[in-house]
């Protein structure tokens, strides 16, 4: 009896776990084959412009030229703004919450951010055109831009979108420090601050790193909420890295650019919608990267705390 | 004259509702080594924590009654807790190592909490390492980091870190549970040495321990599912008495 009972139930387990083998593999196939059917669509562009497509500094479609470097540089500065904005804001706020506030609060002020990261971008965007342009226009007047359609204006605009992605995973990194450490500097006579600084602060560091490379690829994969703000200004690259100029005057970004209308009418254009399809493995590839450093440290700083 | 270091009086601890130990009011000498003995779950660490106050760390817990240090209230507005904490600091069951270097362990305490200048780190950190019986094992790897130790190594570096900022108490909340019985020993012995310098107080539940190391002991049990103080002497004073409530029981059981 009790064996015939059994049977079926593993058959039941081989059934589930073949099943989900199958849909696993199905996804990944389907992934797959999406990359190469793109790698395979933008052969055109890398046969036309080589690596001039990514070190190129002008894009005239009709002219036959590809430059992506004006659009590498946006969304790098964009998200390196976001960053620097975001960062030390949310990763204060994640300490002030964890060492800081009783465990209710903590959960509390965590639900709120996590909120924030449920808003639909679009509407980021909106309160973008509605808040943050006119105040960006007003503020950089001295400046004499011209619009307040600016790359700064999309980096301030992403710093917000990803304050709860860095917050939220600089909180997981300082809970990952085991409370015993903290605990012993206490005891030892280390103020709560002296503790947060040399205990959690030292301790989630990798993890802290990891929260930030995660957001900046979150940043950089962002698209409706910069294109409503960042002025989609082509072939917009500056002479010096590091003046201030640039930042406030319109640019155009790999997504900006992918978003826009130029997309649909490079479609049946081989040449032209292979630049297309470059600029998103290009996007793809700086994503990816940044994601899988994140995740290595997460990993790294993962089994640093348990050992 | 009170010549006791430490003075409970009425000191209660309760999370909410439910009280985890009722009024305590006990003397603790300066002298030598006192125990602390009883069942697990009895309140015993949570006692030994009200001592430097690390238990106001812990969210939900009340803690009632007053603690006196030489005469002086610690409960009170005022009183540096932090400055209290390393005059009375505080080895834990398992040996909490930081993920730093040997040495950077040994004087965690001093660089964050004194003045002393970095070139007198080194010197203070081998006089620390020797008195944890330390030094002759690790003195050609301070650079090292101290999660390489073995587990009672580990503790012996916990004892050294605590020693570094010369505490004149150090609390100890069974200290040797997680240690294998080589390491226990090597504890043991320590806190022999010790107890001429600081004063000691032990949380164990291990008897032989208590016998081997303890001038004094409290004994801690349950009634109704509370912590409660049922007796205070010398280990051979409480065996005597036969009116202690558990107390058969623990020693059997034990």
Known sequence: ?307 | MDKSVLRTENLSVSAGKKSILNPVSLKIPGDGVFGIIGPSGAGKSTFLKTLNRLCELTPGLQINGQVFHRGVPLYHHGVDVDALRKRVSMIFQQPVVFPTSIFANVIFGVRHTETIPKKDWPDLAERALRQAALWEEVKDRLKKPGKELSIGQQQRLCLARSLATDPEIILMDEPTSALDPGSTEAIESLIHQLKKQQSIILVTHNMRQADKVCDLVAFIGLQDGTGTLLASGSLDELRSRNNIPGFEDYLCCE
């Open chain 1, 1 to 307: 009896m009790g064996k015939a009972a059994k049977l079926p139930k593993h058959n039941r387990f081989c059934a589930i776990k073949a099943a989900s083998w199958f849909f696993t593999s199905l996804a990944f196939v389907a992934v797959t084959a999406g990359l190469i059917l793109l790698l395979v669509e933008s052969i055109p562009v890398w046969r036309h412009s080589g690596l001039e497509f990514i070190t190129g500094r002008n894009w005239f479609y009709r002219a036959r030229e590809f430059g992506a470097l004006p659009m590498i540089y946006g969304s790098l500065q964009v998200a390196v703004i976001a960053i620097l904005i975001a960062a030390p804001i949310a990763v204060g706020a994640a300490i002030f919450g964890t060492e800081f506030l009783s465990g209710r609060l903590r959960i509390g002020l965590k639900i709120v951010i996590e909120l924030l990261a449920g808003i639909p971008s679009v509407i980021y965007g909106l309160l973008g055109i509605l808040l943050l342009r006119n105040w960006v226009y007003d503020s950089m007047e001295s400046l004499d831009i011209l619009s307040g359609d600016t790359l700064l204006t999309a980096g301030i605009l992403l710093a917000v979108m990803i304050l709860p992605t860095i917050m939220t995973l600089a909180d997981d990194a300082l809970q990952s420090v085991p409370r015993a450490q903290r605990m012993a500097a206490r005891s030892l006579g280390l103020t709560a601050t002296e503790t947060a600084i040399n205990i959690s602060l030292r301790g989630a560091f990798p993890g802290l790193i990891a929260a930030v490379l995660l957001a900046m690829g979150r940043a950089l994969g962002e698209t409706i909420a910069v294109f409503l703000v960042v002025g989609r200004q082509d072939n917009q690259l500056p002479e010096s890295l590091f003046s201030f100029q640039p930042l406030v005057e319109s640019g155009q970004t790999l997504t900006s650019k992918l978003g826009g209308s130029e997309t649909n009418i490079a479609y049946g254009e081989p040449l032209h919608w292979g630049a297309m399809l470059g600029l998103g493995i290009l996007l793809m590839i700086m994503v990816t990267a940044l994601t899988f450093a994140g995740l290595g440290l997460q990993n790294l700083a993962r089994r640093k705390n348990e050992t």
